[in-house]
């Protein structure tokens, strides 16, 4: 694994066959367009939705315009490639204000933010975490939160996203790097 994959790498559960199929095939299209995939997300039973989360690659904000560029691109993929079984609902959309953190580089990138983590595992007797993320030293989550500093093993972390506050919704439009 080289640096940029360890801090590219994707944080919590391992995706599905089938998201990480989508992904593999929608990502190139993504970067060549000038974007990165945040999340893909399959959910439902016989009529699924395929959530994709994208941003522009170094920050800004995702608009309507660029959601429906990708919405085109991915659709003709997927199309083409016939990946999904049965019927679905594709769906292209910023990630939002609090938003998934997916990545390592995210850790650091929203450090002084509210976020709010669940662990696969109990750790100090609990597996939900909120407070002020202070950041990712080597692999472990640093946490400030109202009961005490907390350290999370990045390895046990099954999801994280911030919490939407005043303060987060004031990031200049190129993001907290």
């Known amino acids: 694994m080289t640096a940029t994959d360890v801090l ?5 559960s391992a995706p599905s066959e089938a ?9 190139p299209i993504a970067e060549e367009l000038g974007y990165t995939l945040v999340r ?21 904000v995702m608009t309507v315009e660029g ?3 990708l919405s085109r691109a991915f659709s003709e993929v997927l199309d083409t490639a016939d990946t999904i079984e049965g019927r679905y609902t ?8 609090d938003r998934p953190l997916t990545r390592r580089t995210d850790l650091n990138r929203f450090a002084g933010y509210e ?3 669940e662990l696969k595992t109990l750790h100090n007797g609990r597996r939900r975490f909120k407070g002020r993320l202070v950041g990712l030293v080597g692999d472990e989550i640093r946490l400030r939160a109202e009961d005490g500093e907390f350290v999370l093993p990045l ?4 999801e994280a996203k911030l919490v939407a506050t005043d303060e ?3 990031i200049p439009s190129k993001g907290k790097r």
């Not at 998201?19 to 990502?27: K, P, T």
């Not at 959910?43 to 920050?59: C, W």
């Not at 390895?155 to 099954?158: N, T, V, Y």
């Open 8 to 12: 590219t790498q994707r944080l919590g």
């Open 19 to 27: 998201e990480a199929r989508v992904e593999s095939l929608i990502e």
């Open 40 to 60: 893909v997300r399959m959910m439902g039973g016989r009529h699924a939705l395929l959530q994709i989360m994208a941003e522009p690659i170094g920050g800004g």
């Open 67 to 69: 959601c429906v560029e």
């Open 90 to 97: 594709l769906e292209v959309s910023s990630p939002g204000i």
């Open 115 to 117: 976020a709010k983590f």
């Open 155 to 158: 390895a046990e972390l099954a």
């Open 168 to 170: 987060l919704v004031h």
